[in-house]
C-alpha cells in the first residue's frame, strides 16, 4: 500500500472505500461500521475524535454498595474484562457491612514545565526567582483569574537545572486546578508565560533564553488519595473458602508481601487495581493514559516497581487494606459533560468533586484488588472467570434460555472450553 495523502480531508465514504478496496478486507467495512453507528447523535462522538468511522462499544455497567466515606455510591464501570464488575459489586457489599471505604486525599497539586535553554549564572536566576515569579503570574492573570475563583491557580513556580544537560532548565509551575483535570488549562499557561519569560531576561540584560517546550507533567505525585478498609480477621469468613479466616489473613497478607518485593507479581496486582481504577476513570470520560502513567511512576518512586497496596494484620486482630495512588482526574471540562455517558455517570455519581470523585475511583481500585488477591490465595481466579467465560461462549452461540440453564449446571464444576461447550450444545 502507497502512503496516502491528506486522508482526514477525505469524506467518512472515501475512508471507508479506501480501506475496503487497499486491505485484504472478508468484512464489509461500510455495513459495520454503518451498523455501530448512532441513529441521532452520531456528530457529538464524531467531533471527539479525527477519521471516525463508527463507535467501539464496550459494556457500560454499574457498581452498587460502595460505602465511601460514609456514602452510599452506585458506580459506574466501562470495562470489556468480564469479571472485574461482579467483582468489584461483591467486595462493595461485603465491605459496606464492615464500615466501607475511607479515604484521605493528601493534595491536588499538578506541574507543569517550561523547558529552556540559558547560559547565564545560576544564581543570577535564583536571586531574580521571587520577582520573575510575580511577572510571570501577572502575565498570565487573565488566564488564571476565573480558575482562581473555583479555589485552583498557581501555587508556585522553580526554576531547577536539569544536571545532566548543558545548559538545560525547567521553569516548574506548581498548580491547583480545582475540579477541572487541569491539562488545557495547565498547558495554556506554560504556553502564555514564554513571551514573559524571555521578555524578563531581554529586560535586565541577561543571556538570551531558547524556550524548548512547554508542557504539563503527568507525573502527579502530589495529586495523591488513600484508601482504606478494615475488618475484624474472622469476619473475612466470606472471601476465605475452604480456610480458616485467619489461615486466609495470613495467606492475603504474604501475597501482598510478594507483590512489594517482585516486580513481575507487582506489575499483575497493581493491574488488578487499575481494573476498577480504569473502569471508572473510563466511565466518566477521565484521561485513563494520564492516570495509569501516573501510577506506574508512583509505584516506582524508590528505585523498584513495587505494588501500590499494603496489608497490615494487626495485634489486636484487625486485617487492614491500604491503597495510595495519584489520580489526575476531573468533573468538569474536557469529556467529562460532553460524552453522554460520562454525564451519566457524573448524575449517578451525584455530581462529585475532583477529590470525591479520586476517592470513588481508588475504591474501585482497592475492591477489585481485595476480590483478586483473595481469590488467588484460595479458589484462584479461573473458576470466576470461567463463569463468565461460559456466558459469554453461550451469548455467541445464541443459545436459548433453557440451553443456558442446562450448561451452566452441566458446567458447574468442570473446565470451560469453546470447543467442549459447542460439543455439549450438540449433544
Ligand atoms: C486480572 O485482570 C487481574 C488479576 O491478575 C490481578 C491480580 O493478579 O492481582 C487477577
Known amino acids: 500500500m502507497e502512503i496516502v495523502e491528506g486522508f482526514s480531508k477525505l469524506s467518512r465514504e472515501e475512508k471507508i472505500r479506501f480501506i475496503q478496496d487497499n486491505l485484504p478486507m472478508v468484512a464489509d467495512v461500510k455495513e459495520i461500521t454503518n451498523h455501530y453507528r448512532h441513529e441521532t447523535d452520531q456528530s457529538v462522538f464524531d467531533d471527539f475524535s479525527e ?7 464496550l459494556p457500560y455497567g454499574v457498581a452498587p454498595n460502595f460505602l465511601i466515606d460514609g456514602k452510599m455510591h452506585v458506580l459506574p464501570m466501562v470495562i470489556e474484562e468480564s469479571s472485574v464488575v461482579a467483582a468489584a459489586s461483591r467486595a462493595a457489599s461485603f465491605w459496606a457491612k464492615h464500615g466501607g471505604f475511607k479515604t484521605t486525599v493528601h493534595d491536588t497539586l499538578k506541574v507543569g514545565h517550561l523547558w529552556f535553554e540559558w547560559s547565564g549564572d545560576a544564581t543570577i536566576l535564583h536571586n531574580q526567582s521571587p520577582a520573575l515569579q510575580a511577572y510571570l503570574k501577572a502575565s498570565v492573570k487573565e488566564i488564571t483569574k476565573s480558575m482562581e475563583e473555583r479555589g485552583g491557580g498557581i501555587v508556585n513556580i522553580q526554576f531547577i537545572q536539569q544536571p545532566q544537560l548543558h545548559n538545560v532548565w525547567q521553569m516548574q509551575v ?17 504556553e502564555a508565560m514564554k513571551e514573559a519569560l524571555m521578555s524578563y531576561f531581554e529586560g535586565l540584560n541577561l543571556p538570551e533564553v531558547e524556550i524548548i517546550m512547554a508542557i504539563l507533567s503527568n507525573n502527579t505525585p502530589d495529586c495523591l488519595v488513600t484508601c482504606e478498609v478494615s475488618c475484624k480477621v474472622e469476619q473475612l469468613t466470606p472471601y476465605s473458602a475452604e480456610l480458616l479466616p485467619q489461615e486466609f489473613a495470613q495467606r492475603f497478607k504474604l501475597a501482598m508481601d510478594i507483590a512489594y518485593h517482585n516486580t513481575y507479581r507487582a506489575v499483575t496486582h497493581n493491574k488488578g487495581i487499575y481494573n476498577g481504577v480504569d473502569a471508572v476513570v473510563l466511565a466518566t470520560g477521565n484521561d485513563f493514559r494520564a492516570v495509569e502513567a501516573a501510577g506506574h511512576a508512583y509505584a516506582s518512586r524508590d528505585g523498584q516497581y513495587r505494588s501500590l497496596s ?5 495485634n489486636d486482630g484487625y486485617f487492614k487494606l491500604s491503597l495510595t495512588l495519584p489520580l489526575a482526574l ?19 455519581l451525584r455530581s462529585p468533586s475532583a477529590e470525591e ?7 474501585a481500585g482497592l475492591a477489585n484488588n481485595f476480590s483478586a488477591v483473595a481469590s488467588l490465595v484460595t479458589t484462584g481466579i479461573q473458576k ?5 467465560h461460559l456466558s459469554n461462549i453461550l451469548t455467541s452461540f445464541n443459545a436459548t434460555l433453557e440451553e443456558r440453564e442446562r450448561t451452566e449446571a452441566y458446567f458447574s464444576d468442570k473446565t470451560v472450553s469453546l470447543q467442549k461447550v459447542r460439543e455439549f450444545l450438540k449433544r
Open 174 to 190: 506548581s498548580i491547583r486546578t480545582a475540579d477541572s483535570m487541569g491539562a488545557n488549562f495547565i498547558n495554556t499557561c506554560l
Open 51 to 57: 477519521n471516525t468511522l463508527s463507535n467501539f462499544y
Open 357 to 363: 470523585l479520586m476517592s470513588i475511583a481508588a475504591s
Open 330 to 348: 476531573g468533573t468538569v471540562g474536557g469529556l467529562t459533560r460532553l460524552h453522554p455517558l460520562a454525564a451519566l455517570s457524573m448524575e449517578i
Open 384 to 388: 470466576g472467570h470461567m463463569k463468565l
Open 310 to 314: 499494603t496489608c497490615n494484620i494487626t
